[in-house]
Structure formats: C-alpha cells, structure tokens
C-alpha cells in the first residue's frame, strides 16, 4: 500500500513555466483593456474601413492594408507596453514580481510573450477583414520573409522604447506622453502614409524613423519587394531601445 506524501514542496517551478505562466497573465491583462482594444482594433479597423469605402481619398487598400498592420505592432509594441508599465511600477507590481522567483528576466520575457501573441492576433484579425474588404496582396518568399524580421526587429524596438519611456516617468506623464507620441508617429512617422508622399525636405528624416521602416517593409512585402534599409535603421534603433531601457529603467516609482 502506497504511502501518501504530504510534505511541502517549496521549490519553485521551472523557470520556462514561470514565464509562460507569466505571459498567459499579462496577455489576459492586455485584451481586457479598454484602452488596448481601441489601439488593437478599434482604430485600425475605422482606417480599413475609410480605405475601402472612402472612394479613395484615403489612399487604396494595397497601401492602408500593410499600413494598418504596421500601425497594429506599434500601437500594441509601444503605447500598450508604455501605459501598463507605468502604471505597474506606480502600484508597485513590478517591485513585487521581479523579488518572486520569476525574477527580473522571467517579467520581462513574460510581458514580451504577452506582447507578441496580442501583435499576432491583432495580424490575423486585420489581414482575414482587409481581405474581405478587398486586399489583395502579392508576396513572395523572400518579401515574407524580410516582413518577418522587419516585425520582429519592431516589436523589440518598441517595448524597449515603452520600458525606456515608463521606467523613468510618473504613470500619468507616461500615459500622456505615450498617447502624444503614438498620435504624432501615427500622422507624421511614415506608418500610414508612405514616406514618399512626405515633402522632400523631411522625407531623409521620416525615413530614419523605427515605423517608417516598419511600414515601407510591410508595404513592399505585400507587392512582393524586400527593402534593405528597413532592416537597418530597425537593426539600429533596437540596439539604441534596449541601451535606454537597460541604462534608465527602474523598477520602483
């Protein structure tokens, strides 16, 4: 007859499940924003729809389309991440979770998985609606594929721009700061509107933007075309987002 054991067992769980753990909860965190589904969806989707039944005057869907998709990782990349640390630190969250044996890289590595399953659902939602709308892209392989990367390169950049951003400011200065910015990169960044359509003097500005790139990558790859110098203006402004954030975040209000 078997002995049931029924003495503690204090070790924590390894550290791949204390992070998918952690991610599973700050992804949920993130959809039952209000906030976060104005940003995800909500606004993306009103453009789409301004695209497809705004005779034009808005540009086509084969240039809104990529766009919206591009402004889909910025907004959850960037004001999401920025507003939700803020207001972690404010309360303390932070402080508590990195003493647990998550620790400091196991938050992290948590709230960048819950970043990255909401930027993929927000993709798959607004592509299946530009679609049925009328989208009609043209990749290829190798434009995937740089699309891919470009993305990738993005999502880092933002979060360690939103983690630089909130862990230096008071919540409230945070949550203003970053709606400012998301509206002002959303008109003037080169996200929705192609860099060409910019005046000339300010087009070799915008394009050193991080969602310039993004956005001129997104929509090159869906006419089939990969861009190079995406890739590195997105290579370089991630090395300069990850010095910010480790050099000025603090986790403590």
Same mark, same amino acid.
């Given at each position: 007859?078997?002995?049931?054991?029924?003495?503690?067992?204090?070790?924590?769980?390894?550290?791949?499940?204390? +992070?998918?753990?952690?991610?599973?909860?700050?992804?949920?965190?993130?959809?039952?924003?209000?906030?976060?589904?104005?940003?995800?969806?909500?606004?993306?989707?009103?453009?789409? !729809? &301004?695209?497809?039944?705004?005779?034009?005057?808005?540009?086509?869907?084969?240039?809104?389309?990529?766009?919206?998709?591009?402004?889909?990782?910025?907004?959850?990349?960037?004001?999401?991440?920025?507003?939700?640390?803020?207001? *972690?630190?404010?309360?303390?969250?932070?402080?508590?979770?990195?003493?647990?044996?998550?620790?400091?890289?196991?938050?992290?590595?948590?709230?960048?998985?819950?970043?990255?399953?909401?930027?993929? !659902?927000?993709?798959?939602?607004?592509?299946?609606?530009?679609?049925? &709308?009328? /989208?009609?892209?043209?990749?290829?392989?190798?434009?995937?594929?740089?699309?891919?990367?470009?993305?990738?390169?993005?999502?880092?950049?933002?979060?360690?721009?939103?983690?630089?951003?909130?862990?230096?400011?008071?919540? *409230?200065?945070?949550?203003?700061?970053?709606?400012?910015?998301? +509206?002002?990169?959303?008109?003037? !960044?080169? &996200?929705?509107?192609?860099?060409?359509?910019?005046?000339?003097?300010?087009?070799? +500005?915008?394009?050193?933007?991080?969602?310039?790139?993004?956005?001129?990558?997104?929509?090159?790859?869906?006419?089939?075309?990969?861009?190079? /110098?995406?890739?590195?203006?997105?290579?370089? /402004?991630?090395?300069?987002?990850?010095?910010?954030?480790?050099?000025?975040?603090?986790?403590?209000?």
């Amino acid at each position: 007859m078997s002995v049931l054991d029924f003495s503690p067992a204090p070790d924590a769980a390894p550290a791949r499940q204390r +992070v998918l753990a952690h991610g599973r909860t700050e992804f949920r965190l993130l959809v039952r924003n209000g906030e976060q589904l104005l940003l995800a969806l909500v606004i993306p989707l009103g453009i789409l !729809g &301004l695209g497809r039944f705004g005779g034009g005057r808005f540009g086509t869907l084969a240039v809104l389309a990529p766009s919206v998709l591009a402004l889909a990782i910025w907004s959850s990349g960037f004001t999401s991440v920025a507003i939700a640390t803020g207001f *972690e630190r404010r309360y303390g969250v932070l402080e508590r979770l990195a003493a647990t044996p998550l620790g400091k890289s196991g938050l992290l590595a948590g709230k960048m998985l819950a970043v990255v399953a909401v930027v993929v !659902g927000q993709l798959v939602v607004l592509a299946a609606v530009a679609v049925v &709308l009328g /989208w009609r892209p043209h990749p290829t392989a190798l434009s995937l594929l740089a699309a891919l990367l470009v993305a990738v390169l993005a999502v880092g950049t933002f979060v360690g721009l939103a983690l630089a951003l909130a862990g230096r400011l008071r919540a *409230e200065a945070t949550l203003g700061l970053a709606n400012l910015i998301y +509206v002002v990169l959303l008109v003037g !960044g080169g &996200l929705v509107v192609p860099v060409g359509r910019y005046p000339s003097a300010l087009q070799p +500005v915008v394009e050193t933007l991080p969602t310039a790139a993004l956005g001129a990558e997104l929509r090159a790859a869906a006419l089939g075309q990969a861009l190079a /110098w995406p890739v590195l203006v997105l290579l370089v /402004w991630l090395v300069v987002a990850a010095l910010l954030a480790r050099k000025g975040f603090r986790w403590t209000a």
